[in-house]
């Protein structure tokens, strides 16, 4: 008798706080507000799947062999990236016209080479030390026997999804829609063979860490996995309420207003034994505390292997999901105030 009073004085307490906590977590979802609806779309619309795929097409190309780090076709793919900002009058934040943070050959494994991430930035008007990281990783596997990895999803689909959104994000800025907060576009190296790139940029940040605001990793999202091979539309996200339930309830919401993707979370299960939280660079910016989102289509039969070549990419897929991810970039931009994080709830 006594046990069972005690028990449900304890589940009367608990149920309190949850109470409490859980109308919190309400309160965060239903404080969103999508702004510039119309603005946002006309931008996002920018985003085409023909030039997603004339990129891709040379990113993956013969020319670059594999992209492996520190080789000459990786540097080859950077020079590509890197031209294509001048082309598009997108400067760098390290100095104007110096695209590259080079990583030493002793910070990386003995038998790589130098190599380097590609940096680009649209400025915040309000907030301009405030930053936004989107990233993609644009090194891949290189060649094996002569036969080229040309890493078409991996990641020529996340690097061309860079290229595409920054563009969209400078003909907004031509037109007098700056974001509040910067915007980095970080293309990352020797992400295959460690998350290398990664690491250096966050022992030698651009921008001061704790007002980096996020970070949208992207990493495969130009394919479908064989479990959504009958309803393609979709994406993985995973790791956005880690750190910030507000981005996980940021990245819905824009979601639900524009796309209506379905949004599959198998993989932000944290018992889930592939744990692909940690396995892309996005993993080392929510080491610093940075909520983080990462964007993933999943693993497919041509994952890691010749065969991912960019002719098997779905580029209507493809652009619906940059789009989504501009769309949420640019309200993390824009948005009030910076995101809430759990420990402060
Ligand atoms: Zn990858």
Redesign the pocket.
């Known amino acids: 008798m006594k046990g069972l009073f005690i028990a449900s004085a304890l589940a009367l307490v608990g149920s309190c706080a949850n109470t409490r906590y859980s109308t919190k977590i309400e309160n965060i979802k239903n404080n969103i507000q999508l702004s510039d609806s119309t603005t946002v779309m006309r931008y996002a619309q920018t985003i085409t799947s023909s030039e997603l795929k004339t990129h891709l097409y040379a990113f993956a190309s013969e020319d670059f062999q594999g992209r492996k780090t520190g080789e000459l076709g990786q540097k080859k793919a950077s020079d590509f990236i890197k031209n294509f900002y001048i082309s598009q009058g997108i400067t760098s934040p390290i100095n104007d016209s110096l695209y590259f943070q080079t990583i030493p050959k002793n910070f990386l494994p003995n038998n790589i080479n130098a190599s380097e991430n590609v940096l680009a930035f649209i400025k915040g008007s309000e907030n301009p030390e405030e930053v936004l990281i989107i990233s993609a ?1 644009l090194d891949h596997l290189g060649l094996e026997n002569d036969e080229i990895f040309k890493g078409a999803d ?2 020529g689909s996340g690097t061309t999804a860079l290229m595409e959104m920054a563009q969209a994000f400078k003909m907004a800025e031509k037109d007098g829609f700056s974001p509040k907060r910067s915007i980095l576009f970080l293309h990352l190296t020797g ?2 063979i460690g998350l290398y790139g990664c690491e250096y940029y966050i022992a030698n940040p651009i921008f001061d860490l704790k007002k980096t605001i996020a970070n949208l990793n992207i ?2 999202i130009g394919r479908v996995d064989n479990k959504h091979k009958n309803n393609p539309d979709y994406l993985y996200v995973i790791g956005a309420d880690r750190i910030s339930k507000e981005l996980h309830f940021i990245s819905e919401k824009v979601n639900e207003a524009y796309f209506n993707i379905n949004l599959d979370y198998t993989y932000n299960n944290e018992e889930d034994p592939n744990k692909f939280y940690f396995r ?1 660079d996005h993993y080392k910016f929510a080491l610093k505390d940075i909520p983080v989102i990462f964007y993933f289509n999943g693993e497919h039969e041509d994952y890691h292997k010749v065969s991912d070549t960019p002719d098997k990419i779905d580029y209507d897929l493809l652009t619906r999901r940059t789009q989504l991810i501009f769309a949420t970039a640019w309200h993390l931009a824009n948005q009030e105030n910076p995101l809430i994080r759990n420990e402060n709830i």
Do not use: A, F, K, Q
């Open positions: 990783h991996d990641n992400e295959e990493d495969m892309s």
